[in-house]
């Protein structure tokens, strides 16, 4: 894993998987350490909850692989819009595919399973005036 420093602190997080009990263990641990969150099932509903509110910078934690659209569509489509580079990108997946992924923009890498500490370090490093 590795982090780059960033200009833009986001304001939000934004969960991106497929997989229902990830979004859930990740929305049960962000609410209760009073985090705001929203929760996408693939890259297509992701790229609309940005669409909605332009203005907002999120933390991303984004799934590798997911149908419609996968992490690196979105990831695509994002390094298209330089607009929409305002937010920071953590791509989940498990090891041997984060491997793979080594030419997509993101600005950390978090390989599946991970751990409740590993998701708190993350966000410490890129919210750390909401801790």
Do not use: W
């Not at 607009?83 to 989940?92: C, G, S």
Request: net charge negative.
């Amino acid at each position: 894993m590795y982090a780059k420093e960033i200009s833009n602190t986001p304001q939000k997080i934004l969960v991106v998987d497929d997989e229902a009990i990830i979004r859930d263990m990740m929305t049960d641990i962000l609410d209760m350490e009073g985090y705001p969150i929203e929760v996408a099932r693939n890259g297509r509903d992701a790229l609309d909850i940005l669409a909605a509110d332009p203005r907002m910078s999120y933390l991303i934690f984004l799934d590798l692989m997911m149908p419609v659209v996968s992490g690196y569509d979105f990831c695509q489509t994002l390094s298209q819009d330089p607009a929409r580079r305002q937010h920071v990108i953590i791509l989940m997946s498990a090891l041997d595919q984060l491997a793979k992924a080594t030419a997509l923009s993101v600005d950390q890498t978090m390989p599946k399973p991970f751990t409740v500490d590993d998701i708190m370090h993350i966000i410490q490093t890129y919210m750390p005036e909401h801790i």
